[in-house]
């Protein structure tokens, strides 16, 4: 499969948002709000436009990554800026087939260059292990204090850019979106039945398991 990978445009947030919605349809819980956070993340002041980018099969979307900036707050009262990034979303008759990896490596790859030092995200450690992601406990990265949750995960963009100090991480408020919010903004596109998955016991495991 031949892709293309290039930044996201303002025609392309339709498709986005449904292609997201599709991604992660009853993964985490019964429906999904990633879609709405999708549309609400462009006009944050968090958003990072330049690592926004969408990955083509031909003309068609098949993936999305955006990325939002973040925080390493220590103890000292300093505040180090870093990236975050999701939704990540790929079209379920596109996963499993390298898509989200091209579009994981490819900004990765761009953050580093630009100078990022690190990047902290939520997710399923077996997703992002092989791309060099390791629990946040390795660099002393904290959710609350003495908290380091399973599913926190951490890549370091050039050795020794974290040092040896105790963090807690702060995500950008564009990811509290609520709830209510969603479903209305979900009430615009085609009906779908909400249900239970494994995969949400799964992601709810990862969350509430600590590393001690």
């Known amino acids: 499969m031949e892709l293309e990978l290039r930044t996201e445009r303002p025609d392309d947030h339709r498709e986005v948002e449904n292609l997201t919605r599709e991604a992660f349809w009853d993964v985490h819980v019964p429906g ?40 390493l707050d220590s103890e000292g009262g300093e505040s180090l800026p870093i990236l975050s990034f999701g939704p990540l979303s790929v079209l379920p008759a596109y996963q499993r087939r390298g898509v989200g990896s091209r579009l994981v490596e490819s900004t990765v790859r761009i953050a580093r260059e630009a100078g990022w030092p ?3 995200i939520l997710g399923n450690p077996g997703n992002y292990v092989k791309h060099g992601f390791k629990n946040c406990k390795k660099y002393w990265i904290a959710m609350a204090p003495g908290r380091y949750p399973t599913c926190l995960l951490a890549l370091e963009l050039r050795p020794g850019a974290l040092g040896a100090k105790d963090y807690l991480y702060r995500g950008s408020p564009v990811y509290e979106v609520g709830e209510a919010e969603a479903r209305a903004f979900d009430a615009g596109f085609p009906p779908k039945q909400r249900g239970f998955r494994p995969s949400q016991e799964e992601f709810d495991m990862f969350c509430r398991s600590f590393v001690e």
């Open 32 to 71: 999904c709000v990633e879609h709405y956070l999708a549309h609400v993340m462009r006009s944050h002041a968090d958003f990072l436009p330049e690592l926004d980018y969408v990955a083509l099969d031909g003309d068609r979307i098949v993936g999305s990554i955006m990325y939002a900036k973040a925080w």
């Open 118 to 120: 690190a990047i902290v």
